[in-house]
C-alpha cells in the first residue's frame, strides 16, 4: 500500500499543479468579464440602447458572471491545495454548469444572430423618427454616425422622413467636415448630399457583425470547451485522492 502510495504521488502533484494552474487562467478570465462588465455599463451604454428594444442587463450579466467565476477560481485553487475530493466535485460541478451556461449562450447568439440584426434596424430606426439631439438614444445616434462616419440606416435620404429634419435638417453628426457644414446645408437634401457621409449606418454594423461572427463564436466555443479541461483535472485529482486517501500537508 504505501509503494503504491509513493507511486501516485507524482501523478496527484501533476494533477495539483496543472489544476492550480488551471484555476488561475480561470480566475484571470473572470477578472476579464468582471472588467468588460464595468466597461460595457460606462462607456457602451447608449449603443447598448440602440441594440435592445428595452432595457437590458447585458453588462450586470457580464459584472455577475465574471464574479461568479472569480470566486470560484479562488475556490477552486484554495480545494486543489486542501486535497478535498468533495470540494474538487463540488469545484468540477460548478465548471460544468459554466460550460452549459457559455455553450447554450454561443449557440442561442449565433442561431439569432438575424433576430438580433431586425432588432437593431428597428430600434435604429425608432431612434432617428424620435430623434431630438438631447435624450440618450439621440447622442448614441450621433455617437454612431460619428464614429463609424455614416448617416442614417441605408443613408443619408432616411433623415428626410424624420420630424427633427422639417425643423433642423440632418443632425451634424453625419457631416463629413462639421467646418464645411452648416445648418443651412443640411435643410437641403440636394446641397446636404455634398456634405455628409453617404454610408448608412445599418449596413457598417452588420456587415461587421457578419465578419466577426464567427471569430467571435470561435472564441466563445473554444473557452466554453477549456471548462472540460478543469472538469477532467478536477474529477481525476479527486478520484486519485479518494482511491491512495492521500492529503496535503
Known amino acids: 500500500m504505501a509503494s503504491r502510495r509513493m507511486e ?35 462607456t457602451l451604454g447608449t449603443y447598448i440602447s440602440l441594440i435592445a428594444e428595452n432595457s437590458t442587463n447585458a453588462p450586470y450579466v457580464l459584472i455577475g458572471t465574471g464574479t461568479t467565476i472569480v470566486v470560484f477560481g479562488l475556490f477552486g485553487c484554495f480545494a486543489t491545495c486542501r486535497g478535498s475530493p468533495w470540494m474538487l466535485k ?7 454548469l459554466v460550460f452549459l451556461a457559455e455553450l447554450v449562450a454561443g449557440i442561442s447568439g449565433f442561431v439569432f444572430r438575424h433576430e438580433i440584426k431586425d432588432t437593431f434596424l428597428r430600434t435604429y430606426t425608432e431612434a432617428m423618427q424620435n430623434y431630438n439631439g438631447n435624450d440618450e438614444r439621440s447622442r448614441a445616434v450621433d455617437d454612431v454616425q460619428e ?12 433623415w428626410s422622413t424624420s420630424p427633427y429634419f422639417v425643423e433642423h435638417g440632418i443632425p451634424p453628426s453625419c457631416c463629413m467636415n462639421t467646418s464645411d457644414c ?6 437641403n437634401m ?4 455634398t456634405k455628409v457621409n453617404q454610408k448608412g449606418c445599418y449596413d457598417l454594423v ?8 464567427g471569430i467571435i463564436a470561435g472564441v466563445a466555443f ?11 483535472l478536477a474529477c481525476c485529482l479527486s478520484r486519485f485522492i479518494t482511491a491512495n486517501q492521500y492529503e496535503m500537508v
Not at 452588420?206 to 461572427?213: A, L, R, V
Open 147 to 158: 464614429s463609424l462616419s455614416c448617416c442614417g440606416v441605408q443613408n443619408y435620404t432616411n
Open 222 to 232: 473554444g473557452i466554453a470547451f477549456s471548462q472540460l479541461i478543469g472538469m477532467l
Open 182 to 187: 452648416n445648418p443651412q446645408d443640411l435643410r
Open 190 to 193: 440636394t446641397v446636404a448630399a
Open 206 to 213: 452588420t456587415s461587421f457583425m457578419e465578419t466577426n461572427m
Open 90 to 96: 463540488l469545484y468540477a460541478m460548478f465548471l460544468s
Open 8 to 42: 501516485t504521488k507524482p501523478v496527484i502533484t501533476c494533477l495539483k499543479t496543472l489544476l492550480i494552474i488551471y484555476s488561475f487562467v480561470f480566475w484571470i478570465t473572470g477578472v476579464i468579464l468582471l472588467a468588460v462588465g464595468v466597461w460595457g455599463k460606462l
